[in-house]
């Protein structure tokens, strides 16, 4: 017992000790730090610096100047069995960019091309801010989507089929770097793409390249996968505008047809086409030919059909005849209606404005997707960029170096149309 008192009693003068120690020091102005190992120099030890009590209270501080809110979410989607295991098929993944203060009446849908994602809109592939930051800034709430079966919104070859993908060759040829291939007039006139030509080594096009994706092979299951999802994502957000590019033009018709109401544009940045056939370039004095025996558009802008008037029961109701001349120099001789000529009077109550690239493939044949257009009552508008001064643009518009410019075109066409 009095062992176990002294011990007791030696454990509290050393507490005392310590504690007596560490007032001195405290007293001196040194704050306590780390425990000092046994035989480690005293100035070795760090210390920190004395705290004052208005430093301990700060709050952060709030960030100045405009906040971009962003969220995402999936629009459609249902359960399907397969095998053993259930899954979502049919799911399109929606990114939103909202500014602080919203000041403009509808916002924009930014729908991508073949072989993209929605990353297209996001940024460029030079690490500039893309067209979602450009419209944010311009007041529009805005929402960049993947289309169904593609990136974000989940690939599943075991329910959608086969895949495909598009090669670095392919890309330079007519979207990259043109003017290193020649394939067709315009193509000696691209300058924009960041960093000189568009081919491998071009830091610019590896970053593009690494963002590209397997696409749906089937292009008819593709535009009947999208389709509803799109119209899915205005019966849920409202009136908007529709801006696409390439290949998804072919959404943008459909759902403007389906949804006049709730599509308050269409801007079709370089729209797939010519209407009813495909065409691939080979350069020299015939640069063009046709590519297939079949129709790749069978309601000459989309696969799927459109409200024709008088009404189209099938696809060879359309009667289609080319054109025995090109309207022009560097331009394809087109496929449009012949006798009876319909019209497409749901789709006339939507504005829309097909916008073309100086230095694109589509400088070959837009004027084809205009003039057939014009020839069903549609009457678009038409922006070239060239007639803006927005010279040297390929396809990749969003991508380019004057990116934001061409943006700032589109945004003022809008301002102009829509109210």
């Known amino acids: 017992m009095a062992g176990s008192r002294i011990a007791r009693g030696a454990l509290t003068a050393l507490l005392a000790a310590r504690t007596g120690m560490l ?38 501080e709030t960030v100045s100047g405009p906040v971009t809110r962003a969220a995402y979410f999936y629009i459609g989607g249902r359960y399907q069995k397969l095998g053993d295991k259930t899954v979502m098929v049919g799911q399109m993944f929606v990114q939103s960019r909202t500014p602080a203060k919203v000041t403009q009446p509808y916002p924009v849908i930014m729908v991508h091309g073949l072989s993209q994602t929605g990353v297209n809109f996001l940024a460029t592939a030079d690490g500039r801010p893309g067209w979602a930051q450009r419209f944010v800034e311009k007041g529009y709430q805005v929402y960049v989507v993947d289309q169904v079966g593609r990136g974000r919104s989940g690939t599943n070859p075991e329910v959608y089929g086969p895949y495909d ?18 394939l067709f007039p315009q193509a000696k006139l691209h300058t924009q793409w960041p960093g000189g030509s568009g081919v491998q080594g071009n830091p610019s096009f590896d970053q593009f390249y690494a963002s590209q994706v397997p696409y749906l092979a089937n292009s008819q299951q593709t535009e009947e996968l999208v389709d509803p999802a799109l119209i899915a994502l205005l019966d849920k957000i409202g009136p908007a505008v529709v801006l696409t590019h390439g290949q998804s033009a072919l959404f943008g018709w459909a759902v403007s047809d389906a949804r006049p109401d709730l599509v308050k544009a269409h801007v079709a940045v370089e729209p797939n086409g010519p209407p009813f056939f495909d065409v691939q370039f080979r350069g020299g004095k015939d640069f063009w030919e046709k590519s297939g025996d079949g129709r790749a558009r069978a309601y000459g802008l989309t696969r799927v059909p459109l409200t024709f008037e008088p009404p ?29 000529v319909r019209s497409l009077p749901v789709l006339a109550r939507v504005p829309a404005v097909v916008v073309t690239a100086e230095a694109s493939f589509h400088a070959t044949y837009d004027e084809c997707t205009i003039a057939f257009l014009n020839q069903a009552g549609v009457r678009p508008d038409t922006i070239r960029l060239a007639d803006r001064g927005l010279r040297g643009n390929g396809n990749l518009v969003m991508l380019e170096s004057n990116s934001d410019a061409v943006a700032d075109a589109l945004v003022a066409w809008l301002a102009g149309r829509v109210k």
Do not use: F, H, S
Request: a positive charge; one cysteine or more.
């Open 165 to 182: 993908r598009l090669g670095t060759r392919q890309l330079e040829r007519i979207y990259t770097a043109p003017e290193v291939y020649d």
């Open 23 to 60: 007032a001195g020091l405290l007293g001196a102005g040194v704050a306590p730090g780390p425990v000092r190992a046994q035989g480690m120099p005293r100035e070795a030890v760090p210390a920190r610096p004395p705290e004052r009590a208005a430093d301990a209270a700060k709050a952060p």
């Open 312 to 340: 189209v029961k099938a696809p060879e109701d359309l009667v289609v005849t080319q054109q025995a001349k090109a309207a022009g120099e560097g331009r394809i001789r087109c496929w449009l209606q012949g006798d009876p």
